[in-house]
C-alpha cells in the first residue's frame, strides 16, 4: 500500500472549505490503485464517492468497501482513511453543518441514484457561486437523505492483535486458515482472539470473516469480475454459495444488485 505524504491529508485549498454562503463543495482527485489518504478529519461532513473505480474507507472503528454506485457518508470530526482497491476517480463532496442531510455520528455506505451521480459531475464543474450551485446542492442533500443505506462494513477492533489479524484477513479473503492458523501469526492464543472476538466485534471468528468476505465482494462484482472468479477469490466452494450468501445479506442476488450499475455504464457509452 503506497502512502501519500502527510501534507496530502488536506490539499484542498482554503476556498474550497464549505461555509454557510456555498455549504456544498465537490474536490475532485483522481488516484492510482492502492494509494491511500491518511487518517484525517476536519470539521465539516463529507460524501466520499468514486465515479469510477473502488475504495477502502476506515473510520469510528469499521472498515467500508465502497464500490461504484455507493457513496459514504462521514460525519464532521470523525477521523477516516481513504485506501483506494483500483485506480479510482474519486470526488469528495464537503457539506456544512449548516445543510446537514444526514443525522447522527455514523458513516454509512449510501446508494447513488443516476440523479446523485449527476448532481455531483455538475457541481464539480461550477467554479463561482451563484444560484445554479445552490439549487444543485439543494437537490443534493435531497437525494442523500433519501438515499438507501447499504451494509458493506465490517468491524474493526481496537486490541493491536486481533486488529493485525483482522487486517491479514482482509489483505487474503479467500485464506482458509484457522483462528489457531492466525494465532501463532499474531502472537496470541486461539483462546484469547476467540474471547475478543466476542468482546471487541460481538460476533465470532467464523461470522466476521463471513461478513468481511461479503462486503469486500462488492467491489468485485461491481468491476465485472465474473460472480464465479469473485467466489474463488473470497474462498466460496462455489458460485452458487457465493450468490446463497449474498442475497441473504443483502436481499438481492449479486447480478441485480448491481445490474443498475451496468446499465448507467452502458448509457454513458451512447451519451
Known sequence: MKQRPLTDTNPSPSSLFPTSERPVRVVARDLQADESLRAHQHPWAQVTYALDGAMQVIANQQTWFVPP????????????????????????????????????????????????????????????????????????????????????????????????????????????????DYSTMVGASKRTLARLFRSEVQMSFGVWRQQMRLARAAPLVASGLPLSAVASELGYASQSAFSAMFKKTFGQSPSVFFKRRELSINETKYV
Not at 91 to 116: F, H, N, Q, T
Not at 161 to 170: K, N, S, Y
Open 69 to 180: 454506485m455507493r457513496a459514504i457518508w462521514i460525519p464532521a470530526y470523525i477521523d477516516h482513511e481513504v485506501r483506494t482497491l483500483e485506480r479510482t476517480q474519486l470526488r469528495a463532496i464537503y457539506v456544512d453543518a449548516s445543510v446537514i442531510p444526514i443525522s447522527g455520528s455514523e458513516c454509512v455506505v449510501l446508494e447513488v441514484s443516476d440523479l446523485m451521480r449527476e448532481l455531483i459531475k455538475a457541481l464539480s464543474r461550477i467554479d463561482d457561486a451563484g444560484l445554479r450551485e445552490a439549487h444543485l446542492a439543494a437537490c443534493l442533500m435531497d437525494e442523500l437523505a433519501l438515499a438507501t443505506p447499504l451494509p458493506l462494513n465490517v468491524s474493526m477492533p481496537r486490541d493491536t492483535r486481533l486488529h493485525a489479524l483482522c487486517e491479514l484477513m482482509i489483505a487474503d479473503p479467500a485464506s482458509s486458515n484457522s483462528l489457531q
